[in-house]
Nanobody, 120 residues
Framework: QLQLVESGGGLVQPGGSLRLSCVAS????????IGWFRQAPGKEREGVSC????????NYADSVKGRFTISRDNAKNTVYLQMNSLKPEDTAVYYC?????????????WGQGTQVTVSS
């Protein structure tokens, strides 16, 4: 079964840190770009960060730039999102997505999400 599983979410105080993990099973992440997305209650899902399959290029939403860091370990079939200096507005369910385009067709897999709550 092909799936992505996120973990590492939880409750943290403002200013704290969390590291999210996204582990693939049933397929290799080597040829996939990975994106982290989040969805807060009552809001649309938004992109947070992404990393190319080679790991040599990353992008961040302006709202998390300088605070979040995306990385990948293809040997462990895992992508990470290190989140520092967390703010209450970072509260959301965080999802990872693996995607690639082959011959014009997009292939993508989503995880089930992990809850991040930033509150004192």
């Amino acid at each position: 079964q092909l799936q992505l599983v996120e973990s590492g979410g939880g409750l943290v105080q403002p200013g704290g840190s969390l590291r999210l993990s996204c582990v693939a099973s049933g397929f290799s992440l080597d040829n996939y770009a990975i994106g982290w997305f989040r969805q807060a209650p009552g809001k649309e899902r938004e992109g947070v960060s992404c990393i190319r399959n080679s790991g040599d290029s990353t992008n961040y939403a302006d709202s998390v730039k300088g605070r979040f860091t995306i990385s990948r370990d293809n040997a462990k079939n895992t992508v990470y999102l290190q989140m520092n200096s967390l703010k209450p507005e970072d509260t959301a369910v965080y999802y990872c997505k693996a995607y690639k385009v082959v011959a014009g067709l997009e292939y993508d897999y989503w995880g089930q999400g992990t809850q991040v709550t930033v509150s004192s």
